[in-house]
């Protein structure tokens, strides 16, 4: 496994070892110690989430004000482009975002600490999307910023086309406006 951190806070990009030859391929998906020495700290994950969703479908972007969760996120068929937006006020990287091409083919994953917003949009006709969670969805503190704000400026690889939104995503804030952390 090679974990690489990218450039803004805690986020990391996790590389697992692929064993492939003519019947197919085999890989450690989730391993709880190697994923604890790789990122430093001690991870548990309540919660294993899936979601299928079309192309230019846009998620995001999510969190939790109170219950912050930790995701580790990969894609299992498809493409998709997932980004994570720094929301602690008191990280140097407050604001800014990261964004990794992650799909079926290349096998990476993404480790999104607590205190980031997530997000991602289809690439592919469809993709499945599977995630950990450090705590348990709790609708009540969930929040939503705006896929779009200019202050983010997030590229998101959508070729001009106009995103798919829920109506929760199409009620996202600015980050200006939007509950973060400390």
């Not at 496994?1 to 890989?27: H, N, Q, S, Y």
């Not at 950990?132 to 969805?137: A, F, G, P, R, S």
């Amino acid at each position: 496994m090679k974990v690489t951190r990218l450039a803004v806070g805690d986020v990391a990009l996790i590389e697992p070892g692929v064993f492939g030859d003519a019947r197919g391929f085999f890989f450690e998906s989730y391993n709880q110690r190697r994923l604890d020495e790789a990122l430093g700290r001690t991870v548990r994950f309540v919660q294993d989430n899936h979601s299928l969703s079309r192309r230019h479908v846009l998620r995001g972007l999510h969190y939790q004000i109170s219950q912050p969760q930790g995701k580790l996120v990969h894609v299992i068929a498809g493409e998709v482009f997932d980004v994570a937006v720094d929301i602690r006020r008191s990280s140097p990287t407050f604001g800014r975002w990261v964004g990794e091409l992650l799909s079926a083919d290349n096998k990476k994953q993404m480790w999104i600490p607590e205190g980031f917003a997530h997000g991602f949009t289809i690439l592919s006709d469809q993709a499945e999307f599977v995630y950990k969670t450090t705590d348990y969805w709790a609708p009540e503190h969930e929040r939503c910023i705006a896929w779009n704000d200019p202050a983010l400026g997030i590229d998101w690889r959508l070729a001009g086309a106009q995103p798919l939104l829920s109506e929760k995503d199409q009620r996202g804030v600015l980050l200006a406006q939007a509950e973060t952390f400390d």
